[in-house]
Each structure stands twice: as C-alpha cells, then as structure tokens.
C-alpha cells in the first residue's frame, strides 16, 4: 500500500530519537529493565503555580476557539519576557503563539523557504530541523563542527557555505544535542557575515535559553543589524518542565508573523486554551521561580560529565547549557565488543541498548555521525546507574 503514500513523507526520515524511545518501549515491554537517556524531557513536574492557574482558567471556563495567533494578553507577556530577558523589543502583532516550538520552527521554515532554496543548519543540531526544510521543498546544507571547536563553527566556515540559494540559517544557543552555548562576541562575530548577505534570514531557536551554567544567554535579535531578519523561537517545555502543554511563540518582523499566522489559520488554528492562560503566568512569573530545576540539571551535568571521564576511549568537553552531554566515541568504530562489531554511532547506541540497556541517541540523527547524544534530564541515580553500566560493557 506504500504506492498509495506521498513522495513526500516516503522521503521524511523518522525522528531518531523518537525511533529510540520505540525501541526503548519494545524491551521493557518485554521485562528489561532499561534506562532512558534518550529523550530531551525533563523529569520535573509542572510548577504547582502554573497548574494552579490552569485550574482558574478551567473554573473561569475558557473553553472557546482561540485567536489564530494567540490571545492579547499572552502576546503581551511574551513581549515583556522578551524586555526583560533578552533585551529584545517586539509588538504584539510581531508574536504568534503556536502548539509547541516545533510548529513556530514549521511555520517560519513554510512561509519563508520555496521548493530549491537552501537552508544552513549548524551541525550538530536538533533532529528535525532537516525533515521540516524538506518538507517545504528546500535544501538542508550542514555546516560542521566536533568537539575540538566545543561543536561551535567559525565566521569563515559560515561564508564558505553560503551561495546565491541561501535562504536561511538556524541557529540554536544552547544547543541540543551538544549543549555548547555561543557567547556574544561569537554571536557578533556571525553577524558581521551574514551582513554581506541582506537576502538571508535566521531563525534562533533559544528555547534552553535558561537553562545554562556560566554563559549568559544572547539574543541573535538583539543585534541591530539583525533585527529585521531574525526570527526567534521560543517555548514553554523545557525550562518550565511543560513538554506536554504545547505552547511555542515566535517574535519576529510584522510581515513574518502575519504570514505564519495565516499557515497556522490553515494547519491547527489557536493554541489550547487553557494552556495559554496558563503560560501568561508563567512568562510573568520571575525566571527565579524556576531556577530549582536548572540548579538540579547543573548537578547533574557535573555528575555525568565526571562519570564518562572515566570510561576509555569516550570524549567529553565541558558543555555549557541544556540537559545533553554529546560525548565523541569513534575510539570504538571498527572495534568489536561482546561479539558486536561497531561500525558507526548507530551501531554503538544498539550496543549500549542491546549490551547495557541504557537508551541513547546516535549522532547520525544530527549531523554529528561521530557521537552520541546522552540526556541528563534524569535523576542522579539514574544517571549513575546507567553510567555505570555502560562503563562495564566498554570495558569488557
């Protein structure tokens, strides 16, 4: 029945890590016990503020048809989170609310990019990034980098990529999977060439924004020379432990936002309701409020860091934001373990599955096919336990 389907999505890979939790699923299904470090979602339930005023607005009954692009009163939150945080001016009608980041990221990759245009995408980066310029027609073109440049690309390695299709670039500070965080300076340094180029837009996906550990987080819009050419995106579900709330925003020109708005008008229309009345305390909550968590995922990011030091064979730099450890492993491609040849990453996140039940993530998935991805959004236990484990297999 496959004839049936679209060359479109015969064409659209799956989310490997979404294919990993399958996987993950499938064995404690059948009584192993497995522990997950694939998934980027954070362990930590919902501030009971936030809950708290998502029953008001249930007992308040908003329970009608959202505006398109989000209600008033939120878009004006969002426009004081990004005063206050980011230093970064916007209007109401230059925000759109949407069902998650990744439909503010769809979106804005839908309205801006025609069938050929290229799209930059800063490797490593986040999985669906690629499936999603391909579903619009365009062209993913990786810019790489490893870890002896902590996974960050250089001004030059920026312009030996662009060409005539150059459309856009995403950039994502912190990054997932690697964690690195781009400082200012390194920010400015990328500006000054896109500047050459007036016809290309950047997307910054900033969506771990607050979760960082000595970096302070920059806003590409918040370059002047930028600013009409930026999107930013931006979310509730990593830094406010509300993965499932689905509610993404962009802010970014009028003409920008007027467009997406209408895509969205098309695709899903409003956001939740509840969920955005929700977010408005949320955004207007001091970022205080949530720093318990990115205290916890600091512990953690040391404990992990300290653990895979002492496994042969495994690089690791010393990576600023997010809840990810990106690890180099290709010391074990074309070595065979337990009777298991490991050829790629892909191989070695089967191994460590298979041998040691732990879930990772292979860094093929995002343009980095010589690591992979390790989540700490888990408990320290687990994180031991599973560190443990894998040091035993490795070492065998």
């Not at 029953?55 to 908003?62: E, L, S």
């Not at 245009?117 to 790489?144: K, Q």
């Not at 969506?207 to 550990?213: A, L, M, T, V």
Request: hydrophobic share 40%.
């Amino acid at each position: 029945m496959d004839n049936y389907l679209s060359k479109k999505i015969k064409s659209l890979p799956i989310s490997a890590t979404l294919e990993m939790a399958a996987k993950t699923r499938e064995l404690k299904n059948k009584g192993i016990d497995i522990i997950g470090l694939s998934l980027g979602e954070p362990d930590f339930n919902t501030p009971d503020f936030i809950k708290e005023a998502s029953i008001d607005a249930i007992n308040d009954n908003y329970n009608s048809y959202t505006p398109v692009d989000g209600y008033p009163d939120l878009k004006q939150a969002v426009c004081h989170k990004f005063r206050r945080d980011n230093g970064v001016n916007y209007e109401p009608d230059q925000i759109v609310i949407s069902t998650g980041a990744k439909q503010s990221i769809a979106n804005t990759i839908q309205v801006l990019v025609n069938e050929g245009d290229d799209v930059l995408l800063v490797a490593p980066y986040w999985v669906s990034y690629s499936a999603i310029v391909i579903l619009a027609g365009g062209n993913p073109i990786e810019i790489r980098s490893d870890i002896s440049t902590d996974f960050k690309i250089s001004p030059t390695q920026l312009e030996e990529k662009i060409t005539k299709k150059t459309k856009l670039i995403i950039i994502n500070s912190p990054n997932n999977p690697s964690g690195s965080v781009y400082t200012k300076e390194e920010m400015l340094e990328l500006s000054k060439i896109l500047e050459k180029y007036p016809d290309i837009f950047i997307l910054s996906d900033e969506i771990y924004e607050h979760i960082n550990y000595g970096i302070k987080h920059f806003s590409f819009a918040k370059i002047p020379t930028m600013y009409e050419r930026t999107i930013t995106v931006n979310g509730l579900a990593k830094a406010f432990a509300m993965t499932g709330w689905r509610v993404g925003y962009i802010g970014a020109p009028k003409w920008i936002a007027k467009a997406c708005t209408k895509m969205q008008g098309q695709i899903t229309s409003g956001t939740n309701c509840i969920a955005q009345r929700a977010t408005i305390t949320a955004l207007k909550a001091p970022v205080s409020k949530i720093k318990y968590m990115v205290d916890e995922f600091s512990e953690r990011r040391k404990l992990v860091i300290s653990l895979l030091k002492e496994i042969k064979g495994i690089k690791i730099n010393n990576p600023m934001g997010a809840f990810y450890v990106f690890p180099d492993i290709s010391y074990f491609f074309g070595k065979t373990i337990h009777g298991v040849y490991i050829k790629d990453a892909s191989d070695f996140a089967i191994f460590l599955l298979e041998k040691a039940h732990v879930a990772t993530v292979t860094g093929d998935a995002f343009g980095s096919p010589k690591n992979i991805r390790i989540s700490y959004a888990a408990s320290r236990e687990s994180i031991t336990k599973a560190l443990d484990r894998i040091k035993k297999a490795l070492e065998n």
